[in-house]
């Protein structure tokens, strides 16, 4: 595992981890939440996120144009990575653009549901922060297809491991393979042990 991986998962584990009663946003209920936007919204947190993020992209061999997903778990990661992959005006690089997927389409201005990079064709990279039953995510790649973007890889910072998430987005995402960076189990584990 990479520096910015480990030192990103003990963050996650210290930050985002919580046990208790939950309700998620699929309507089911769990022992325990995890709520990255507490560790990709941290000043540190927002770094390690987009290296491990960029980190894996790049080992995987995507060269995406752009990164994006569905507002408002995929936000930061979009940003963190976008700063990090090194656009440089002056030398002519452009590094990884980002677009946020809205829910729905706007109801003024331009109307449209694609906010930022916005280039037919593109490879892209679709990301959530936590993937459950996987809803956010296909949304994300759906409108993203829709839209005109090639879809060459999907991920996610934490995958639940329940609700057939991980099927579910595989469909969908099909042929682009669906990466986790983490698992929930990854995250508790690192959280008793701290």
């Known amino acids: 595992m990479s520096n910015a991986k480990s030192q990103l998962l003990t963050l996650l584990a210290r930050k985002s981890f919580r ?73 002519n690089s452009s590094g990884i653009h980002g677009f946020l997927v809205r829910k729905a389409e706007k109801q003024h201005g331009t109307g449209q549901r694609i906010e930022g990079f916005r280039e037919a064709g593109a490879r892209v990279v679709i990301v959530d922060d936590v993937c459950t039953t996987g809803g956010s995510t296909i949304q994300a790649i759906q409108t993203a297809r829709d839209f005109g973007f090639e879809v060459v890889g999907v991920m996610c910072l ?29 995250v508790r584990a690192e959280h008793v042990a701290l």
């Open 19 to 91: 046990l208790g009663e939950f309700t998620l946003a699929s309507g089911g209920t769990s022992d325990y939440y995890v709520d990255c936007r507490s560790t990709t919204l941290d000043a540190a947190g927002a770094r390690l996120t987009g290296q491990a993020f960029l980190d894996e992209i790049r080992s995987r061999g995507w060269n995406p144009q752009a990164i994006g997903g569905l507002t408002m778990g995929a936000d930061p990661i979009v940003v963190a990575v976008s700063v990090l992959s090194g656009g440089d005006v002056a030398n």
């Open 158 to 186: 934490v995958e639940r491991e329940e609700a057939k998430g991980r099927a579910n987005v595989e469909a969908a995402a099909a042929p682009a393979p669906f990466v986790s960076l983490f698992t929930a189990n990854d």
